[in-house]
């Protein structure tokens, strides 16, 4: 076992609050018998005697609580089983002189092709330069505002506000189904169920403004993406739902923009997404 740091935002984060106490103690214990890369075996027993040693519980179902809600990835590579605690190297500091990670990366999968995937957060990335092309106005009267302080604290004062506006916006149609949808909606949809899926509350959550006022530590996700250029967000939606079926789509689409250039079709898709939007063509549709 390994000494980790325990910070006090732990204690105040809303989302853990949605797991029991001895879950919670579980999740800080996965720190100290992980590796420097925030990785280990995914052997139930055996964590339960490391961590949890007196206690009478069902540590895999704690563990799939955990992997349900976020705060760990369980994946399996080669037949054998791992986990990953999502954004562990953001928070820890670990000890220069700790030896290096032997468990594999999880792969996320293109076309039948492996693609390696190393990070769970989504980091500041350098984006090339695009032409600038026609796009359609702000989907939001009313733009939705960050908070003044750090993100990660769940209890910020949101009564400081900047507008971040969508950066023009997109509609979309999938399965030619429906009536089309645009940028704003299909953001608001993809944070609503990520709060469902968690079983997190969504009271007063009636539009995206609403959404990011009320729960905060959506907005720095929310932000990177609004800010990217309108043919990269066409292609990584695109991409999304063409490759793939996630349980959290705007995740999966900003992987794909940080790991652009391992993804087979990008180039392909990123040069048509361009010639449409020389035709002022901002419709992506997905056919079944």
């Known amino acids: 076992?390994?000494?980790?740091?325990?910070?006090?935002?732990?204690?105040?984060?809303?989302?853990?609050?949605?797991?029991?106490?001895?879950?919670?103690?579980?999740?800080?214990?996965?720190?100290?018998?992980?590796?420097?890369?925030?990785?280990?075996?995914?052997?139930?027993?055996?964590?339960?005697?490391?961590?949890?040693?007196?206690?009478?519980?069902?540590?895999?179902?704690?563990?799939?609580?955990?992997?349900?809600?976020?705060?760990?990835?369980?994946?399996?590579?080669?037949?054998?089983?791992?986990?990953?605690?999502?954004?562990?190297?953001?928070?820890?500091?670990?000890?220069?002189?700790?030896?290096?990670?032997?468990?594999?990366?999880?792969?996320?999968?293109?076309?039948?092709?492996?693609?390696?995937?190393?990070?769970?957060?989504?980091?500041?990335?350098?984006?090339?330069?695009?032409?600038?092309?026609?796009?359609?106005?702000?989907?939001?009267?009313?733009?939705?505002?960050?908070?003044?302080?750090?993100?990660?604290d769940e209890d910020a004062d949101v009564s400081e506000k900047k507008p971040v506006a969508l950066n023009g916006g997109f509609y979309f149609q999938i399965d030619n189904r429906g009536d089309q949808l645009d940028e704003e909606e299909w953001l608001y949809r993809c944070f609503l169920e990520r709060r469902r899926n968690k079983n997190m509350s969504s009271t007063g959550c009636d539009s995206l403004q609403s959404l990011l006022t009320l729960y905060p530590n959506h907005f720095e996700q929310y932000r990177r993406w609004v800010t990217l250029p309108l043919s990269v967000r066409m292609t990584a939606f695109a991409l999304t739902y063409l490759k793939a079926a996630p349980d959290d789509p705007l995740k999966y689409a900003c992987w794909i923009v940080e790991n652009r250039q391992k993804v087979p079709d990008w180039n392909q898709f990123l040069t048509i997404t361009l010639q449409a939007l020389e035709q002022n063509d901002l419709k992506v549709c997905i056919n079944a």
């Open 1 to 152: 076992m390994r000494t980790r740091d325990l910070r006090p935002a732990f204690f105040k984060n809303e989302e853990l609050s949605e797991v029991g106490a001895l879950t919670r103690l579980l999740f800080a214990g996965l720190w100290t018998i992980a590796d420097r890369d925030g990785k280990l075996e995914d052997r139930p027993k055996k964590i339960k005697a490391e961590v949890l040693p007196y206690d009478d519980c069902n540590v895999d179902l704690m563990l799939n609580e955990l992997f349900q809600m976020g705060f760990i990835k369980r994946y399996q590579v080669d037949g054998k089983a791992y986990i990953k605690i999502t954004n562990f190297n953001k928070h820890q500091k670990v000890h220069p002189k700790e030896p290096a990670s032997l468990i594999p990366d999880e792969a996320v999968t293109f076309h039948g092709q492996a693609v390696e995937c190393r990070e769970e957060e989504i980091p500041n990335i350098p984006l090339p330069s695009f032409p600038s092309f026609p796009s359609m106005p702000s989907l939001s009267s009313s733009s939705p505002t960050p908070p003044s302080q750090n993100l990660e």
